[in-house]
């Protein structure tokens, strides 16, 4: 099945509610960045986070999450746009930690508990919006839980999960983030907490064959509207003619050095793995450019 991404809203309109199947994406992720299972997990739950919240965006817009723990894997950066573009990368993607108590992979172990989730919005404005809060477990769902709460103080239910197998492939991945809006009423919060809590894991349901909106069905029940679905994808937005233009911004003097010392440039995109690679003759090109 396609990965997907759905945006609806419930209760007439007292909850809004998005729900995404992302193992493709995540599995791409995986490749190229050839992630061991605890690092795949970690970068996969906070790439399905940030599906879900570029869909809450419009147009051109877009977003930047990074989670920088105290964790081995280090830093967590991932960008989503509104259309469902997704990349994402972590710092070390070979760290791989035994289970934790309840069976399932340590997450939290290799993201850390102690740092910070940090989130930015290109809004189209003149300045971008960012919204910071401490880590509160390192699992992550709770982190966003918790972000929603504390920096947008939207009262949020936030579900993500990433099932790795034994050869290191991904065998379901996604999640669901659902909002209280204003003007719902006491028994339907408590009717929700219940139904989240009583919620089994997202990659359960995956794995009984549920879809996004069968997930949001759990949660919510028949009185739902779905109004958009889109396909979450991994896209990059680096090109040769990118790189081109930043290695020509290094200035006259760093591209000479580069000439002379090492004859060559080899630059590598931190979100695909993609290298890009530049002759001596390209150089004095790009040198040339970099006089006017």
Known sequence: MKDELVR???WNGTIRVFAARTTALVSELQRRHDTYPTATAALGRTA???AMMGAML????KLTVQVKGDGPIGQIV???TAGGQVRGYVDYPHVHLPSNAQGKLDVAGAVGTTGYLNITKDLG???PYRGSIPLVSGELAEDFTYYFAASEQTPSAVG????VDTDNSVLHAGGFIVQVMPGIEDDQVARLEQAVGSMPHVTTLL????DAVGILKLLVGDDLTIHETIEPVFECFCTRDRVERTLISLGQEE?????DEDGQAEVKCHFCNEDYRFEAAELEELLKKAMF
């Open 78 to 80: 991932v960008n989503a």
């Open 255 to 259: 591209l000479q050095k580069l000439i």
């Open 125 to 127: 404005l003149k300045e």
């Open 48 to 50: 399905t986070a940030a």
């Open 8 to 10: 609806g809203t419930a």
């Open 207 to 210: 794995d009984q064959g549920k």
């Open 160 to 163: 993500l999960g990433v099932l």
């Open 58 to 61: 419009k147009g051109e817009e």
